[in-house]
């Protein structure tokens, strides 16, 4: 189409192609079409989803299954570092340990099981405790993350100081070594942070779709 699609096309299809697809799945005894719904975006690719669905609001049905189908693909692309996350973010087993439904002490495949429960558990259960499940999960991994920042932070801070550990040998210059250290452990430790706030807000969305589902409002 000239110009692109026009927009209100495009929010009209977003809507009911994820209130169909919804449907579909809950209506279905197939385990078949269970499967296909979960690995849509292995089979389709995420660019004819994103064009789909990328652009809805949060607090839209194709918004928030879109970050769904985004946080599944994103655990099972990174399920040793996340699981690893899970570790440092929830050391002692609490009540998100309970929600999400992850063991304290989480392995790969605890982690790409999860993923495919929580987004399986929105289209053939409740949808507002897999939603939460998401936002528990979401919550958990990015303290995770923000630990480790804090960490790499106070070993840049240690670096500048002079009081971190020794440079490695073989530098021709140990201040501009430590210096170089520092600016990297700070660059590292600004981009988890910077992940971190992102989980917290997608967390704050997948609560927020299960507050609207539960009222009959997300649509």
Known sequence: ?????????????????????????????????????????????VDEIAELWSSSPSDSLPGVLWRLYMLRAWMREHRDAIARLWRVGEPVATSASAIAGVDQAPTEDDIVRLADSILSGAFTGDFAVAMERAAAFTDVVALGLRVEAKH???????????????????????SDSAAEHAKRH????ARLMHTAANLLVTAKDFQ???????????E
């Open 186 to 189: 700070a660059t590292r430790a």
């Open 1 to 45: 189409m000239s110009g692109g699609a026009d927009p209100g096309v495009v929010n009209e299809i977003a809507h009911s192609s994820a209130a169909a697809l919804l449907d579909r799945v809950r209506h279905s005894e197939d385990p078949m079409v269970v499967e296909r719904v979960l690995t849509i975006v292995e089979r389709e690719g």
């Open 208 to 218: 927020h779709a299960a507050n609207l589902w539960r009222r009959g409002k997300l």
């Open 152 to 174: 790499l932070s106070d070993m840049a801070g240690d670096l500048t100081a002079g009081s971190g550990p020794s440079v490695p040998a073989g530098t021709t210059d140990s």
